[in-house]
């Protein structure tokens, strides 16, 4: 039982260039949501979708675009990287609206120099 | 917008209990959480508080009190693996999503 896998777990990126980070979850899960976590910050929303072909502004949308084409999958997009998206990314997924069954991958750490 | 306090970090013995503290402002409450984080690896879900009182589970035990604006975590019989963040949540807006986390409290537990 995989649960919610996130790839790249590590990855390093010149400030400017682009990339995608997947999430992927076999749970049927219609909730998708990703968090970036900061020190001295906690995790902090960035985007979230409410199900396939959905996608909402979380608490810190700006710079990235995400995607939900299959229920399955959810696309983190980083357009340019700058040095302050250095961040753990963690993606969740959950059956429910509320956080009582909510899964999180394991991260994937990004760094931007 | 929300606002979630808890202590940045806490140190307890091995064999001991602990309570670690959350205050939350916010408006449409819906329920609170609480998450165990390791170092390096995801949050995992403990508890979950809607209505006022405590729930137990095990070793640990939530609290929740909606009229103050104020939950805990009570962990017994501490062990040596305890020692984690534990992030406190809110969850609240009608019709909307939104999971606000606090900052975390690192527990050390030690001999």
């Known amino acids: 039982n995989a649960g919610v896998t996130q790839t790249p777990k590590f990855r390093v990126l010149k400030t400017g260039q682009s990339m995608t980070l997947l999430c992927a979850q076999d749970m049927n899960h219609e909730y998708m949501y990703w968090y970036r976590q900061d020190p001295g910050m906690g995790l902090r929303l960035i985007h979230y979708s409410v199900g396939e072909g959905t996608t909402a502004k979380g608490e810190v949308p700006d710079g990235y675009n995400v995607s939900r084409l299959k229920k399955q999958n959810f696309l983190l997009g980083l357009e340019s990287a700058a040095p302050s998206q250095t961040s753990v990314y963690f993606c969740?997924?959950?059956?429910?609206?509320?956080?009582?069954?909510?899964?999180f991958g394991e991260g994937s750490w990004l760094t931007v120099v | 917008g929300q606002n979630i306090d808890q202590p940045t970090e806490m140190t307890a013995t091995e064999g001991a209990i602990v309570q670690i503290n959350c205050t939350y402002q916010t408006s449409g409450f819906n329920g609170l959480f609480w998450y165990q984080q390791h170092a390096g690896e995801a949050p995992t879900f403990l508890s979950y508080n809607v209505l006022d009182g405590l729930e137990e589970k095990g070793r640990f035990s939530s609290f929740l009190s909606r009229s103050k604006g104020y939950s805990y975590l009570l962990l017994k019989e501490l062990q040596m693996k305890d020692s984690a963040y534990y992030l406190c949540?809110?969850?609240?807006?009608?019709?909307?999503?939104?999971?606000?986390f606090g900052k975390g409290t690192k527990l050390s537990v030690i001999p």
């Open positions: 949540a809110v969850t609240s807006g009608a019709g909307s999503y939104q999971l606000t």
């Open positions: 969740a997924s959950s059956l429910e609206l509320t956080g009582n069954t909510i899964y």
